[in-house]
């Protein structure tokens, strides 16, 4: 079982930056998958991000070139740097933790974003 709190989120304005952090706990976190998800009023949830435990990343194509997602190993914590947020961006965030060889999936809380003027 693996623990997983967001934070960071807060209301920013547009063309402003949040840094988001995923701490997690109860597991060796190197084994797992990090990703960010999103999800707005009304809508699915949505990739923003991933990143293996090599480095690997994958992005949304709304999102590159503003996001970044990185990955502390020794310090349980995954990131996601959002420069340039823009209105849209606006969703709770979500950490997850992806479980390579059980294929399992857990979730933290979430955290909201709010991009507004």
């Known amino acids: 079982q693996v623990q997983l709190v967001e934070s960071g989120g807060g209301l920013v304005q547009p063309g402003g930056s949040l840094r988001l952090s995923c701490a997690a706990s109860g597991s060796i976190f190197s084994i797992y998958v990090m990703g960010w998800y999103r999800q707005a009023p009304g809508k699915q949830r949505e990739l923003v991000a991933s990143?293996?435990?090599?480095?690997?990343?994958n992005y949304a194509d709304s999102v590159k070139g503003r996001f970044t997602v990185s990955r502390d190993n020794a310090k349980n914590t995954v990131y996601l740097q959002m420069n340039s947020l823009k209105p849209e961006d606006t969703a709770v965030y979500y950490c997850?933790?992806?479980?390579?060889?059980?294929?399992?999936?857990?979730w933290g809380q979430g955290t909201q974003v709010t991009v507004s003027s």
């Open positions: 990143i293996t435990s090599g480095g690997i990343t």
């Open positions: 997850n933790a992806h479980h390579t060889i059980f294929s399992k999936d857990y």
